[in-house]
């Protein structure tokens, strides 16, 4: 699809004004959204698969013409389709709101009105609820090899980043997106994190936390320059998400732990057990950097015995 800032596109076979609005409408999400780049990959993967299918229906690369005669028969068609290779409902229904953002711009910025896509009903999803690990296992985790982490900077970088996402909360690629600059160490309890979207929170880092990056840093055998990444792989570049998954799947194995304790569980953890101690919702929502209180809400579900418990306490007709 040509060039979106900074990297990348993949390439798809259009016609001309559609590649040309195709290019603007991700330079727009990126440069103006803030979107990350995961979203932006895959926003342009689901606007190929559409593209994709309508060539292959109709024999040609489609042009915004195309588009802008898209009826709702022909979207749900489409989205059978990718149910048939194999596509889940969440899948679908990222699919259904990228296109949806996609129309909306177009008809914003290019005057080409087509509704459609609004009239298809999103894929009902399973209701999910965050699986936190219990407070023992999460101290396990993060703990790691303790003499490992002493002797192996490996190791030392893994127990570094484990900590920020238990500790703080992060994701994933809120910790690696962390500069060398902005390392806390040094007595430096806060961090501004920039999250989805763009939006910035400021998190406490605990001094364990504090303590673990010093070290990783002091062993890292490449030098880490102020304005580079502050987590690096082993051979000197950015550090890849796809280890600390790697790292957290030897944990599991030798702690005996579910495949839900992955590292997003280790987020999830950092909610539910703050909201086991008292924390408030608001305060948990500021942490984790959501933009809405609803998503913050799911960890009442887990925790659901410490609020009946809170309730049975403190309602004056008790």
């Known amino acids: 699809m ?21 290019r603007q409408w991700l330079a727009h999400l990126e440069v103006e959204r803030g979107y990350t780049r995961e979203t932006l ?25 195309d588009l802008a005669a898209l009826d709702v028969k022909t979207i749900r068609a489409f989205l059978a389709a990718r149910r048939r290779q194999g596509a889940v409902s969440r899948s679908l229904a990222r699919t259904l709101s990228a296109l949806r953002t996609f129309f909306r711009w177009l008809e914003r910025e290019r005057a080409i009105k087509n509704r459609a896509v609004t009239r298809v009903a999103l894929p009902k ?60 160490v040094n007595g430096r309890d806060t961090i501004i994190i920039r999250g989805k979207g763009g939006k910035e929170r400021m998190v406490p880092v605990l001094s364990v936390t504090q303590r673990a990056v010093a070290r990783y840093i002091a062993m890292c055998p490449y030098p880490l320059e ?28 030798e702690l005996s732990l579910p495949d839900t304790a992955t590292p997003h569980a ?47 306490a403190a309602h004056p007709r008790r």
């Not at 909201?275 to 913050?296: N, P, V």
């Open 125 to 184: 999803l399973p209701h999910s609820v965050p699986k936190p690990l219990t407070v023992e296992s999460a101290a396990e985790v993060v703990q790691g090899d303790a003499l490992a982490s002493e002797l192996d900077w490996v190791a030392a970088r893994d127990c570094a980043v484990l900590l920020l996402l238990y500790g703080s909360g992060l994701r994933i690629s809120e910790a690696l997106g962390l500069l060398r600059s902005e390392a806390p």
């Open 266 to 312: 280790l987020r999830h953890s950092f909610a539910t057990h703050l909201l086991s101690a008292g924390a408030d919702l608001r305060q948990i929502q500021e942490l984790l950097g959501h933009a809405s209180l609803a998503t913050t809400q799911v960890y009442t579900e887990v925790d659901r015995e410490r609020l009946l418990a809170v309730y049975d």
């Open 2 to 22: 040509g060039e979106t800032p900074g990297r990348k596109a993949v390439g798809l076979d259009l016609g001309g004004d559609l590649e040309a609005a195709a």
């Open 226 to 253: 102020p304005s580079g990444p502050l987590f690096l792989g082993a051979k000197g570049g950015p550090l890849s998400p796809r280890l600390i998954q790697l790292a957290m799947q030897r944990a599991r194995e």
């Open 41 to 65: 990959v895959a926003y342009e993967r689901d606007l190929r698969q559409l593209v994709t299918f309508l060539a292959q229906q109709r024999g040609y690369a489609p042009c915004l013409g």
